[in-house]
């Protein structure tokens, strides 16, 4: 079975710019949760969504959005990007969401310049 | 506020030692924690995970400890060798969300 895969793999961005990251899901997860990780904060949960709709929100600006696609696919958006946004975006997606294991993709770095 | 505490940061063990990560946590409503073990340019992966009904999980060379009264859980690792080399993450979960601690940075010298 294919893991999670996310693209891209790096971006670089300029402050002021948006950003779509993508994750695909492992098949037949339904839910997939998206993480900020930052040497400082460590692992930051942003949201999950399940079946097309968000379930659960971390406490991240509104400048972070998201969306699932009905095959289970996600895109995570970032909007007015600022120099501290610059991080590794993890994903991961499970079966049913939280309280069982949950498999990560490789991440996105993402560089804010 | 950090909802799961972890420590030590970092970890410096011999080959064939034990390695020790603790975390402690205060909200009663986490009911799943599980290790997660990441290497450099990958993605966190899970090593082993244990629900508050028992006080301990083996599996081969991992074992986690679980103390519900004391609200802490701690990851032992027997017989460390390099490849262990890694950064070690707790977490919690509510059933609606992870919490993770900062992570722990392993390193097992030959």
């Known amino acids: 079975k294919a893991g999670v895969t996310q693209t891209p793999r790096y971006l670089i961005k300029t402050r002021g710019q948006q950003v779509t990251l993508s994750c695909s899901p492992i098949?037949?997860?339904?839910?997939v949760s998206w993480y900020q990780q930052t040497p400082g904060q460590g692992l930051q949960f942003l949201f999950e969504?399940?079946?097309?709709?968000?379930?659960n929100k971390g406490n991240f600006p509104g400048r972070f959005s998201g969306r699932q696609f009905s095959n289970s696919r996600s895109e995570m958006n970032v909007s007015t990007l600022e120099l501290g946004d610059s991080a590794l975006y993890l994903c991961?997606?499970?079966?049913?969401?939280?309280?069982?294991?949950?498999?990560f993709g490789p991440g996105t770095r993402l560089t804010v310049l | 506020q950090q909802q799961v505490k972890q420590s030590p940061q970092s970890l410096i063990v011999q080959k064939g030692g034990i390695s020790i990560i603790n975390c402690a946590y205060e909200?009663?409503?986490?009911?799943?924690f599980p290790w997660y073990q990441q290497f450099p340019g990958k993605g966190p992966a899970l090593l082993i995970a244990?629900?508050?009904?028992?006080s301990e999980k083996k599996e081969g060379r991992f074992t986690i400890s679980f103390n519900k009264s004391a609200k802490q859980f701690s990851l032992h690792i027997m017989d460390s060798q390099p490849g262990d080399s890694a950064t070690y993450f707790c977490?919690?979960?509510?059933?609606?969300?992870?919490?993770f601690g900062t992570g722990t940075s392993l390193t097992v010298i030959p």
């Open positions: 244990i629900r508050p009904d028992v």
């Open positions: 098949s037949g997860h339904r839910s």
């Open positions: 909200n009663t409503a986490f009911d799943y």
């Open positions: 991961a997606s499970s079966l049913e969401g939280a309280g069982m294991e949950q498999f």
């Open positions: 977490a919690a979960d509510t059933g609606n969300q992870f919490y």
């Open positions: 969504y399940f079946s097309e709709t968000q379930r």
